[in-house]
Nanobody
Framework: QVQLVESGGGLVQAGGSLRLSCAAS????????MGWFRQAPGKEREFVAA???????YYADSVKGRFTISRDNAKNTVYLQMNSLKREDTAVYYC??????????????????WGQGTQVTVSS
């Protein structure tokens, strides 16, 4: 399996930006698809964005046009640039990875490795 560690979360005002990072280690060759999910208090974990090793991307409608997912394969790192943040973006953000090349992946059950999460709080 691959180990994932997120960073970059924090407190930001509405309209602001944050950049999350997720560093992969271990069997990084198994991180063919990497993604971001989020979970707000009292809600289920939901899909945010995913990226394949080749750079194909897929976004949830709620973040399309505001968030950008990217990856640096040489550094085994995936990023989530979040702009125009809204209060409803407040959640714990989780990085995920999976070796299966099926695309796109938007269901949390499609991912076999998970990070510990990083808190993003957007204030008004």
């Amino acid at each position: 399996q691959v180990q994932l560690v997120e960073s970059g979360g924090g407190l930001v005002q509405a309209g602001g930006s944050l950049r999350l990072s997720c560093a992969a280690s271990g069997r990084t060759s198994s991180a063919y698809v990497m993604g971001w999910f989020r979970q707000a208090p009292g809600k289920e974990r939901e899909f945010v964005a995913a990226i394949s090793r080749g750079g194909d991307t897929y976004y949830a409608d709620s973040v399309k046009g505001r968030f950008t997912i990217s990856r640096d394969n040489a550094k085994n790192t995936v990023y989530l640039q979040m702009n125009s943040l809204k209060r409803e973006d407040t959640a714990v953000y989780y990085c995920a990875a999976d070796p299966n090349i099926r695309w796109p992946k938007t269901n949390r059950r499609d991912f076999s490795s998970w990070g510990q999460g990083t808190q993003v709080t957007v204030s008004s």
